[in-house]
């Protein structure tokens, strides 16, 4: 029983020891942390004066280290302020100089244009006088003239106005025969010299282009064996005629002219092409439409040929070597082209040639003038199959194979179609028309040539003081009789001018006309 209740009690015991030590253990924890705390605020207050010492003494010095900058900056400002006012000082004592220098230069000025505007003053005064005086000379002089008018109009019977339209006449009239007089003789002069000149270039040129005077004619009539011939070319039901106008283009015509067949073609390489081929047929004698078909693919196969051979010839002829093929074979095309007669192609090579002696002999560019001749007249190969001119037609050719500029003008210009820019375009003009208008070389209708002449007598005899008119040359050259009292020698000069300017206006011609008016004076008396 008592272990029992020991048991029971000793617990109770237990927690009430271990509350008494942890009250104890709590007291002197306290009393413990207050000693200690007690120790630190002593220490704590002694490092807190000895800091408040260390301060103050390090306040002190930053104090007098402080003032020492700021009495050593008030130093520096006050030199720096005393310097800039001193340099102040010196420019405004510089400015108050040059002030009181150009003071003494404006009054010197001013000094010097009073004097000036006293001369001036005085000049003017002295100018008004002259001009008075000279207004008072002037009223006299007028005042005397008039009166030597009047005495000169009392003496003479005339009016001023008549006086002097009688003086301006005779000055005038003076002045015109002086003026005929020198320009008469500068262009005898002249003429003399240019004619000789250009007859020797002219000459010379003719000379050595050894071209034949006869002129070409497109043939374009077949001669036959036989009348019976023409029955067989037209063949049965007209077969045959029929076969060979559709295979060459032309039109046959057979009529009543014996042993001839005429072919019809505003083409000439189609009437060359039918031409050959009915030689070919009538020497074979196998006349039907797929033989005549083969021929005429042969014949127009030669014409190329024969096309090609002609422009590499003509370039070789003139010595032109690097002309664009096709500009070769459109000049072979010329062969079977005629102007007037005349064989285009032979008269391009002429041309060429004439061109190339006269650049020559000028000092112009052979080569450009060679050129130009030889393909001025190419667009009349293609001026039937495209509309334009042939100059024109010529020109877009040129330029469409890169024609060289100065050649493709030669081509524009040689018509008279644009104005020339260069010497070689027109002695290429110049060689056309002595190649278009020499003896021989082209023909013309009778009832043409008839109304030209007609047309340049009637110009010459429409002028004032013109007594007779006479064309000569074939038209070349007119002469025209005056009549020598109402034309003088200078009044000549100038009619010659006028008529040939009215020619030129209103006539076409090829080539030039040579205008001459010859004035006659003759004197008889009869002796008894």
Known sequence: MSIAILCAVTPAIAVVIALVCFAVGIGGGIGLYKLIATKKLGKSKSNAVRIIEEAYAEAKTIKKEASLEAKEASHKYREDVESELKER????????????????????????????????????????????????????????????????????????????????????????????????????????EGDKKARDIVASAIQKCATDLSTEMTVSVVALPTDEMKGRIIGREGRNIRAIESATGVELIVDDTPESITIS??????????????????????????????????????????????????????????????????????????????????????????????????????????????????????????????????????????????????????????EFKSVEAVIVQIADAISSTRPGARRESFENYIKRLQQLEEISSSFKGVEKAFAVQAGREVRIIVKPDQISDNDAMFLAKDIAKRIEDEMQYPGQIKVNVIRESRFSETAK
């Open 265 to 418: 073609s505003f083409d000439p390489i189609r009437r060359e092409i039918a031409r050959l081929s009915l030689e070919k047929l009538i020497v074979d004698g196998r006349i039907h439409p797929t033989r005549i078909e083969e021929i005429v693919e042969r014949m127009s196969k030669e014409v190329d040929k024969a096309i090609k051979e002609a422009g590499d010839k003509a370039c070789e002829e003139v010595g032109i070597y690097n002309l664009h093929p096709e500009l070769v074979k459109i000049l072979g095309r010329l062969k079977f082209r005629t102007s007037y007669g005349q064989n285009c192609l032979k008269h391009s090579i002429e041309t060429a040639i004439l061109a190339g002696q006269i650049a020559t002999e000028l000092g112009a560019d052979a080569k450009i003038a060679q050129r130009g001749g030889l393909l001025h007249d190419i667009g009349k190969a293609l001026d039937h199959e495209v509309e334009g001119t042939h100059v024109q037609i010529g020109v877009d050719l040129a330029t469409k194979y890169k024609e060289n500029p100065a050649v493709i003008h030669c081509i524009e210009a040689h018509h008279f179609n644009v």
């Open 89 to 192: 000082r010196i420019e405004i004592q510089k400015s108050e100089e040059r002030l009181t220098e150009r003071e003494k230069f404006i009054e010197t000025k001013e000094l010097s244009l009073d004097r000036k505007s006293e001369q001036i003053e005085a000049e003017k005064q002295r100018i008004i006088e002259d001009k008075e005086k000279l207004t008072k000379e002037i009223d006299e002089q007028i005042k005397i003239k008039n009166d030597m008018l009047a005495t000169l109009e009392k003496i003479s019977g005339m009016k001023k106005q008549e006086a002097k339209d009688l003086l301006v006449s005779n000055m005038t009239e003076e002045a015109k025969k002086e003026a005929g007089n020198i320009i008469r003789k500068i262009e005898d002069q002249a003429k003399e």
